[in-house]
């Protein structure tokens, strides 16, 4: 018996072993194409954008509205404790800000006098809210609510809280899909502040639970970086502008081929309590390496 | 047509209710997988065929915002909509015990498989730590909230099923 046609005969329908088949071969097919070229990103921007994005805006809102009400109640009362210590502050705070301003006048003075306003403090940035979270527990991507619409564009850096979140790896008219740095596949060129070495930072889902993530291929013979030290991102890197703070080290090891460190660090983020992000609206300019043909 | 015009619906609420509200309810990082819920009750209700097409689209779903390429999820969740649906033959309304271990024993198989595919293969060997840490967490809080959820969805689809044969008697 033909088993395309149903037992009347009359009714066009297929089992299911064939359509899991048929569809095993597709979704196959889907990931090498999207493994090795990027055809569909548009494609699925686009209806990711029409069917689920807004309504993402709303539930997102709504969601941090009824949040913030239940954490209302619960802290009333440790607000009463607490702003008996905070008028204390107040006023160690005043007289530490009177001594800070003066040091202030002076750093701009000097930061002007070595023309260091290359820092990041002043590229241009767009702040974003983070809409949607990644549906599975195995790496940290999370979605937010501009894309090229707003002038968003791939590999463009986001950072909260002065220090590096992550790069924009997908995106759409009014959504863009953020990677970060702590994801368990993902890496970054870094560099140690203080002495300009170069390492590798790594994310790494299993020394998160203790809220560090790894760094390895540190060149370091004569000891000069010890835990504590900031990691910013290094000059070399092709996605990340330079000088960006990424995290400081809290341990370090020597590689078994006694040329190498490795090592954890903790991230200057903190990525579980991450509600709104600034995305720098300058990319890190690359050099084209294919050169035209004619 | 109806039928599957309020399982798409339901695929795309459930979606956002795990992307955008429970990352607001986690536990130490850890979401409950409304997708597994949707795709095993689905799968039970209506049998296999169904349960393919539902794992596959809350799969691509999954993949299209958070996956590096697309597929890997909609394939993984689309065998285990067609696994349950086998259990279509012995589904009853009345017992809620099948469903629920079902939802349960699909979210811990999707785990491992997804940990295999996308970690063992990258050297990540301490298999220990990521089931205690990742999987077996996951499993617990979709167990809890999948009796919450299940009801819910059981009754949209026996109302759904109500309004289907009604209208095909007004037709006869």
Known sequence: MNPVINKRGDKFSIPGKYLLFALTIVSIALIVITLTTNLFSGVAGTVAGVFVVPFQKGISTAGSYVKDKAEYFADMSTLREENGVLRQQVEELKEENARLTQDKYELDNLRDLYELDKEYSSYSKTGARIIARDTGNWYSNFVIDKGTDDGLDIDMNIIAGGGLVGRITSIGPGWSKVTSVISDNISTSSMVLNTGDNLIVTGDLESYSEGVITFSKLQDDIDAVSIGDKVVTSNISDKYLPGILVGYITSIEADSNNLTKSGTLTPAVDFEHLDEVLVITSKKQVINSETPDD | ?172
């Open chain 2, 1 to 172: 047509m109806r039928k599957t015009l309020v399982t798409f619906v339901l695929i795309i609420i459930c979606f956002i209710f795990q992307s955008s509200v429970f990352s607001y309810f986690s536990f130490g990082g850890i979401v409950p997988n409304l997708l597994i819920i949707i795709t095993a009750s689905t799968a039970m209700m209506r049998g296999e065929k169904a349960g393919l097409f539902t794992g596959f689209f809350a799969g691509l779903l999954a993949d299209i915002f958070f996956g590096d390429f697309i597929c890997i999820y909609a394939i993984i969740y689309m065998y285990e909509g067609y696994i349950c649906g086998f259990f279509h033959r012995v589904f009853f309304p009345d017992n809620y015990i099948l469903p629920l271990a079902l939802i349960s024993i699909s979210d811990f198989i999707s785990g491992f498989i997804y940990y295999i595919l996308m970690f063992l293969l990258r050297a990540r060997f301490d298999m220990g730590h990521y089931m205690t840490h990742v999987i077996i967490p996951e499993l617990i809080y979709t167990s809890v909230v999948a009796v919450f959820v299940y009801p819910i969805i059981l009754f949209v689809n026996t109302k759904m099923d109500m309004i289907v044969s009604k209208g095909a008697r007004k037709f006869v």
